[in-house]
Structures are given as structure tokens and as C-alpha cells.
């Protein structure tokens, strides 16, 4: 057997422990809270740079925070943006009394997060993206999670905001996805990033371990890194549903996976030393299982990109032989058709996989079914296939670069 | 916060697995014995095929002129190369099973191409044939492709082309004649209407206007 295949019989293997254990984490019982006594005052920080198209809509979406009105403050930071971002932060913040805008030079998002919780009164302070919407019960849902005084961070659930097209409805799947796992990783203390749009921290954390890493260019994931290395909690609120727009286009999606992911091999090579058991699950199976499949999806699908590649082009050069003629030299016979399909399905690695990938598609549809919301039917079956397909050759394309970057030391962007 | 094992939780995760790991193994087992069981064997389909080609070429010499039987052991005879070719690439080129057909194979393909130069001499309609003989040895790789990919497309585009492929390194006593007639010891020799082409087509414009010229010469 050579090396490809075991590698495929042992990431299917893998993939099925990965599923089972977040499954069963996922189910577990729901731990009971202690009532609070006093809502905490909040302050929900919003970085904006060229926000102008949706930052009032963000801004008006936490004015319908079903949370009472004197007990937050929403505090706008316009990083230096070169569009209205500053007007229309000065007219929201004339309108209405918990409203707050700053202007500072640009910094990028870690720095106008840290000048916001500079200025925040709050005892809790939220980061919201400006392209993303809170529902009414976001926030008060959130709140007894802090009851317990070792959990430092509240993540919320996030759901891409009105999916129009292919490519946003899959990310409209990815995102459940995500919604199951941060649930399955809160009950195994294991949640490592804490999103940009709604996640809520105490102010008493920036206060004794310092603000965002302003150099980090996901800061999101590096905050949730440190809460988890100085051994606190991170809890999460399924209910607290945010909604955020996600990328429509095929470039601007592989702008942001590039930075996310050579985000991701920052901070776990920053936050290395989580790797080990003294971080308990998380360091011993979750943190590995992740680096395993990230390891494993890459060569097994550079494995077939070369060889693609490499058949492409020795094809090529074999048909310079016939001149490019593939007119004359197409013949289609249903025969030798039939007999490439009988081949394929006479290997037991080609029926296992179909029974993995079916397996996949089943307990996505399960996902999607659980964290499901009122406002948007359950995707469609052919949203599942082009999940398990494209995404997975689009998330394997995604890393390939990241990964290229990463190890050339290429700058990214925020 | 401690952090602890859930030593109950993992060990349970790790059952799961081991039994969807061994049912999809075990049914995809059993679907590729189903799916194998449910048609004939490869080996199966082979022989019928060649006991048809082999009533076929009996039947064929009542037909005389007519092409209808001709094209039907014609297109037989390809689809039993495919099979072949197949069965060579489940088995490997060792596999007793294959070098067998593989003979009854080459035993056909002189049949075929008997009645050929038969129906040349008799009818009017003419046939160029080509033989190829190709090794499918390690340091003969890039050769056999490049002359297969050119015969291949010669074949497909002109209706009064045949080509005929023997295996140089297969036992059989009609290559080892064939070879020893044209001199065919390196990677690809190509034949055309009995006569060996002395140089290696660099593609398949050089080879189409050799045997255009060929054709003229009748």
C-alpha cells in the first residue's frame, strides 16, 4: 500500500474520532447558572475603517439590544478611515445619548480596539466588527455566563447575514459548522478565537495582561490564545446570534482565509507552549487534531494537484504531437466509458471514501439542524455537495498559500 | 481552571471511530464485490468477447466485400484492447491472467489482420495497416506514449487505418516471428503495410504524410 493511501485510511479515521468527539462534546448537558444579581455595565467597542456603507446599520442594530439602555455605552472608533466613516459616527453619536465616536490615525483594528477600551467605562467590554448586526437577545444571553469568575470571555454564535449566492451560502454552512464546534469546544474549554463581531471579555483581563497585539493581524485568535495560556475560560452563548457579511466574491474570501489562516500559524507558534498536557485536552487532541488534518488535507491534496499538474503536462506535450488536433482524435466509446467507471467503483479506498463524504453530508445537514435559525431555511442538499467539494479544494488552495506565506515570511495585510 | 481528562468521553470517541472506520471499511468491501459480482468478471467478459470475435471471423468470409462484419470484429477487437489494458492496470503487467489474454490477443489480432490483407487483394476498398511494437519496460516509457498518442490519432482520423500493437517483451511465438521478420528490438518500431519505417516520427504530421505517400504508391 503506498504512503497516499494510508495517509487517506488515516485521515478518514481521524476525521470519524474528530466527529464523534465533538459530537459527544457538543451534547453534552448544559451546565446550570447562577442567577446574577446586577446587570454589569458594558461597553460595546466598534473599530471602523471605510465603514460608511454599514456602519449605521451595525450601530442601530445595538440600539435594539433587548439589555437596558443606561447599561451600556456604544463607543465608535474611526481608525483614520478616508470615506464618511467619521461623519455619519458624529451624526450617530448626536442622536442618541449612549453613543460615543472617536477619530484616531489609522492603526489598524488591534489599535482602535485598545483606544476603545481605554475609553470604556464598561465592566464588560464587546468588540463588534462594523459589518456585522447583534440580535435583540445577543447580549443578555451572554451575561450569566460570567457568573462563574474564571470565565474571562463570552463567544457568540455568528451566521453570515442574508447568503446570496453559491459562495455565500456555503459560508452560511461553514458557519454553523463553526457554531457546533465553538459549542463542542466551550464544554471541553477549548474555544481558541473569540470572533471579531460580538465577543465579549472583562475589561479587568486588558487591564492585568495587557490590550489586543496590535501587531497581530488576528488579534481575535491571539486574545483567545492568551486567555486560554493563562489558564481562564472561555464560555460560549449559542443563543447570542450575531450576524455578519461574509465575503461574496472568490478573491475577497481568499484575502481574508489567507489572513486568517496564516493568523492561525502565528499564534499557535506563538502560544506553542498550550501544545502539551498540562493544557489538557485542548493541547493534548484539539490543538494537534487541528494541525493534523491541516497537514494531512495539504498533502493529500498536493499529492493530487501534482500529479494533476504533472499528467496536464505530460498530456500536453503528447497532444504538440498530434498538432492540438483533438477534433480528429476525440472518439467517445460508451465501452471504455463504462469500464474507467467500473474501475473506480471496483476500489474499496473510492467506496470507503463515498461512505465517508456521505457520512460528512449527513452530519452536516445534523448541524445545521441544531443551530438552525428562525429567518433562513435549512440549506439545500446541492449547497452540501458543493461544501464537501469545492470548499474543501478551496480550503486546501487556502492553506497551500497561507502556508507559503507563512514560511516566506510575506508580509499580510489587514 | 483545571483542566482534566474526560477519559470516559475520549475512549467512547475513539470506539465510534473504530467501528465507522471498520463498517465503511467493510462496506466498501462488500459494495466492491457486489458491484465486481453483479457484471462478469473482467476475465469473463474477455473470453466471451474473444469467442464472438472468433465466430465472427468464421462468418466473415460469407460476407465477402461487405464491411458490416469487418467493422463489428474491428470495434470488438478494440474494446477487448481497453480490457486488456484494464485488467493490466487492476492486476499489473506480471499477472499470469493478463499475459494469457494478452496472448489470445495478439493470436486475434493477426487473425484480423489476415482477413485484411485478404479483403486488400480481393476488394476494393484498401486498408493500410501499421504494426507497433512497443515495450512496456521503465526506460521505454516516454517512446511508447509518444508513438501511441501519433498511431492512436492516425487511426482515429482516417477510416482506412489499422494498427496492430504487440507487446515486444510478451512470450509468444508469433511476436518473437513478427519481431525477428522487421528487426523489431528497441523501444517502438513502427511497420507500415509490411515495410519498417526507418526513422521515429517526431509527430503526427511526419507519419501522416509518409503514409499518404504510401497510399499514392498503391
Same mark, same amino acid.
Not at chain 1, 449527513?362 to 428562525?374: E, Q, R
Given at each position: 500500500?503506498?504512503?497516499?493511501?494510508?495517509?487517506?485510511?488515516?485521515?478518514?479515521f481521524i476525521?470519524?474520532?474528530?466527529?464523534?468527539?465533538?459530537?459527544?462534546?457538543?451534547?453534552?448537558?448544559?451546565?446550570?447558572?447562577?442567577?446574577?444579581?446586577?446587570?454589569?455595565?458594558?461597553?460595546?467597542?466598534?473599530?471602523?475603517y471605510?465603514?460608511?456603507? #454599514?456602519?449605521?446599520?451595525?450601530?442601530?442594530?445595538?440600539?435594539?439590544?433587548?439589555?437596558?439602555?443606561?447599561?451600556?455605552?456604544?463607543?465608535?472608533?474611526?481608525?483614520?478611515?478616508?470615506?464618511k466613516?467619521?461623519?455619519?459616527?458624529?451624526?450617530?453619536?448626536?442622536?442618541?445619548?449612549?453613543?460615543?465616536a472617536?477619530?484616531?490615525k489609522?492603526?489598524?483594528?488591534?489599535?482602535?480596539?485598545?483606544?476603545?477600551i481605554?475609553k470604556?467605562?464598561?465592566?464588560?467590554?464587546?468588540s463588534?466588527d462594523?459589518?456585522?448586526m447583534?440580535?435583540?437577545?445577543?447580549?443578555?444571553?451572554?451575561?450569566?455566563?460570567?457568573?462563574?469568575?474564571?470565565?474571562?470571555?463570552?463567544?457568540?454564535?455568528?451566521?453570515?447575514?442574508?447568503?446570496?449566492?453559491?459562495?455565500?451560502?456555503?459560508?452560511?454552512?461553514?458557519?454553523?459548522?463553526?457554531?457546533?464546534?465553538?459549542?463542542?469546544?466551550?464544554?471541553?474549554?477549548?474555544?481558541h478565537?473569540?470572533p471579531?463581531?460580538?465577543?465579549?471579555?472583562r475589561?479587568?483581563?486588558?487591564e492585568?495582561?495587557?490590550g489586543?497585539?496590535?501587531s497581530n493581524?488576528?488579534?481575535?485568535?491571539?486574545?483567545a490564545m !492568551?486567555?486560554?495560556?493563562?489558564?481562564?475560560?472561555?464560555a460560549?452563548?449559542?443563543?447570542?446570534?450575531?450576524?455578519?457579511?461574509?465575503?461574496?466574491?472568490?478573491?475577497?474570501?481568499?484575502?481574508? !482565509?489567507?489572513?486568517?489562516?496564516?493568523?492561525?500559524?502565528?499564534?499557535?507558534?506563538?502560544?506553542?507552549?498550550?501544545?502539551?498536557?498540562?493544557?489538557?485536552?485542548?493541547?493534548?487532541i484539539?490543538?494537534?487534531?487541528?494541525?493534523?488534518?491541516?497537514?494531512?488535507?495539504?498533502?493529500?491534496?498536493?499529492?493530487?494537484?501534482?500529479?494533476?499538474?504533472?499528467?496536464?503536462?505530460?498530456?500536453?506535450s503528447?497532444?504538440?504531437?498530434?498538432?492540438?488536433?483533438?477534433?480528429?482524435?476525440?472518439?467517445?466509446?460508451?465501452?471504455?466509458?463504462s469500464?474507467?467507471?467500473?474501475?473506480?467503483?471496483?476500489?474499496t479506498?473510492?467506496?470507503?471514501?463515498?461512505?465517508?463524504?456521505?457520512?460528512?453530508?449527513?452530519?452536516?445537514?445534523?448541524?445545521?439542524?441544531?443551530?438552525?435559525?428562525?429567518? !433562513?431555511?435549512v440549506?439545500?442538499?446541492?449547497?452540501y455537495?458543493?461544501?464537501?467539494?469545492?470548499?474543501?479544494?478551496?480550503?486546501?488552495?487556502?492553506?497551500?498559500? #497561507?502556508?507559503?506565506?507563512?514560511?516566506?515570511?510575506?508580509?499580510?495585510?489587514? | 481552571?483545571?483542566?482534566?481528562f474526560?477519559?470516559?468521553? *475520549?475512549?467512547l470517541?475513539?470506539l465510534?471511530?473504530?467501528?465507522?472506520?471498520?463498517?465503511?471499511?467493510?462496506a466498501?468491501?462488500?459494495a466492491?464485490?457486489? *458491484?465486481?459480482? /453483479?457484471s462478469?468478471?473482467?476475465?469473463?467478459?474477455?473470453?466471451? =468477447?474473444? *469467442?464472438?470475435? =472468433?465466430?465472427?471471423?468464421l462468418?466473415?468470409?460469407?460476407?465477402q466485400? +461487405?464491411?458490416?462484419?469487418?467493422? *463489428?470484429?474491428?470495434?470488438?477487437?478494440?474494446?477487448?484492447?481497453?480490457l486488456?489494458?484494464?485488467?493490466?492496470?487492476?492486476?499489473?503487467?506480471?499477472d &499470469? =491472467?493478463?499475459?494469457?489474454?494478452?496472448?489470445?490477443?495478439?493470436?486475434? =489480432?493477426?487473425?484480423?489482420?489476415?482477413? @485484411?490483407? &485478404?479483403?486488400?487483394?480481393?476488394?476494393?476498398?484498401?486498408?493500410s495497416?501499421?504494426?507497433? $511494437?512497443?515495450?512496456?519496460?521503465?526506460?521505454?516509457?516516454?517512446?511508447?506514449?509518444?508513438?501511441?498518442?501519433?498511431l492512436?490519432? @492516425?487511426?482515429?482520423?482516417?477510416? $482506412?487505418?489499422r494498427?496492430?500493437?504487440?507487446?515486444?517483451?510478451?512470450?509468444?511465438?508469433?511476436?518473437?516471428?513478427l519481431?525477428?521478420k522487421?528487426?523489431?528490438?528497441?523501444?517502438?518500431?513502427?511497420?507500415l503495410?509490411? &515495410?519498417?519505417?526507418?526513422?521515429?516520427? /517526431? +509527430?503526427a504530421?511526419?507519419?501522416?504524410?509518409?503514409?499518404?505517400?504510401?497510399?499514392?504508391?498503391?
Open positions: 500500500m503506498d504512503i497516499i493511501r494510508i495517509l487517506i485510511y488515516l485521515s478518514i476525521g470519524f474520532f474528530t466527529a464523534a468527539y465533538y459530537l459527544l462534546s457538543f451534547l453534552d448537558r448544559k451546565k446550570s447558572f447562577k442567577p446574577i444579581k446586577e446587570l454589569p455595565f458594558c461597553s460595546i467597542i466598534i473599530p471602523a471605510n465603514e460608511e456603507d #454599514s456602519l449605521a446599520k451595525t450601530v442601530e442594530s445595538v440600539l435594539k439590544l433587548n439589555y437596558p439602555k443606561e447599561k451600556y455605552e456604544i463607543i465608535i472608533v474611526n481608525d483614520g478611515s478616508k470615506d466613516t467619521e461623519e455619519i459616527a458624529k451624526n450617530l453619536e448626536n442622536k442618541y445619548g449612549n453613543v460615543r472617536f477619530t484616531k489609522n492603526g489598524g483594528k488591534g489599535s482602535a480596539l485598545n483606544f476603545g481605554k470604556a467605562k464598561g465592566e464588560i467590554v464587546l463588534l462594523a459589518d456585522s447583534v440580535t435583540e437577545n445577543a447580549l443578555i444571553y451572554m451575561i450569566p455566563y460570567f457568573a462563574d469568575p474564571e470565565v474571562m470571555s463570552v463567544a457568540p454564535a455568528l451566521k453570515v447575514y442574508k447568503p446570496r449566492g453559491i459562495l455565500q451560502r456555503v459560508q452560511a454552512i461553514e458557519y454553523d459548522l463553526g457554531i457546533f464546534l465553538r459549542k463542542a469546544f466551550s464544554n471541553l474549554n477549548a474555544i478565537v473569540t471579531g463581531p460580538f465577543s465579549a471579555y475589561k479587568i483581563f486588558f492585568k495582561h495587557g489586543y497585539d496590535e493581524i488576528t488579534e481575535d485568535m491571539e486574545i !492568551r486567555i486560554q495560556s493563562l489558564n481562564y475560560k472561555i460560549n452563548s449559542p443563543k447570542s446570534l450575531v450576524y455578519t457579511i461574509s465575503p461574496g466574491k472568490i478573491r475577497e474570501l481568499t484575502r481574508q !482565509r489567507r489572513r486568517w489562516y496564516f493568523g492561525m500559524l502565528f499564534n499557535f507558534n506563538k502560544y506553542r507552549n498550550i501544545f502539551g498536557k498540562k493544557y489538557g485536552e485542548l493541547g493534548v484539539i490543538l494537534p487534531l487541528a494541525l493534523f488534518s491541516i497537514l494531512t488535507v495539504m498533502i493529500i491534496t498536493s499529492y493530487f494537484i501534482f500529479r494533476g499538474i504533472s499528467d496536464a503536462i505530460e498530456n500536453l503528447l497532444y504538440s504531437l498530434i498538432n492540438y488536433d483533438f477534433i480528429n482524435n476525440f472518439e467517445f466509446k460508451s465501452y471504455i466509458f469500464l474507467s467507471f467500473y474501475r473506480l467503483l471496483s476500489e479506498l473510492v467506496l470507503f471514501g463515498l461512505f465517508f463524504a456521505v457520512f460528512s453530508v449527513l452530519l452536516l445537514i445534523y448541524i445545521n439542524k441544531k443551530v438552525k435559525s428562525v429567518d !433562513r431555511p440549506s439545500t442538499f446541492i449547497n455537495i458543493f461544501f464537501m467539494i469545492f470548499y474543501s479544494l478551496l480550503f486546501s488552495f487556502w492553506w497551500l498559500i #497561507s502556508i507559503v506565506y507563512y514560511f516566506t515570511s510575506k508580509k499580510i495585510e489587514w | 481552571m483545571e483542566r482534566k474526560n477519559w470516559p468521553r *475520549i475512549t470517541a475513539f465510534i471511530a473504530v467501528f465507522l472506520f471498520a463498517f465503511g471499511l467493510l466498501g468491501y462488500v466492491k464485490e457486489y *458491484i465486481q459480482g /453483479a462478469l468478471t473482467l476475465e469473463e467478459t474477455a473470453r466471451n =468477447e474473444i *469467442i464472438e470475435l =472468433e465466430t465472427i471471423y462468418l466473415d468470409s460469407q460476407f466485400c +461487405n464491411t458490416e462484419a469487418l467493422d *463489428i470484429t474491428s470495434s470488438k477487437l478494440d474494446n477487448l484492447g481497453e486488456i489494458t484494464t485488467l493490466e492496470q487492476k492486476k499489473g503487467k506480471n &499470469q =491472467e493478463v499475459l494469457g489474454l494478452k496472448k489470445i490477443y495478439t493470436v486475434l =489480432e493477426t487473425r484480423h489482420y489476415l482477413l @485484411i490483407s &485478404q479483403r486488400n487483394k480481393q476488394c476494393a476498398q484498401k486498408y495497416v501499421f504494426f507497433y $511494437f512497443y515495450s512496456n519496460g521503465e526506460k521505454c516509457h516516454t517512446p511508447t506514449k509518444e508513438i501511441s498518442t501519433i492512436a490519432y @492516425i487511426r482515429n482520423k482516417y477510416d $482506412f487505418v494498427v496492430y500493437s504487440f507487446d515486444i517483451d510478451l512470450n509468444s511465438d508469433i511476436i518473437d516471428f519481431k525477428k522487421y528487426g523489431a528490438d528497441s523501444c517502438v518500431t513502427v511497420v503495410d509490411e &515495410q519498417k519505417i526507418n526513422f521515429t516520427p /517526431a +509527430n504530421a511526419e507519419l501522416e504524410a509518409y503514409l499518404l505517400k504510401s497510399r499514392n504508391n498503391l
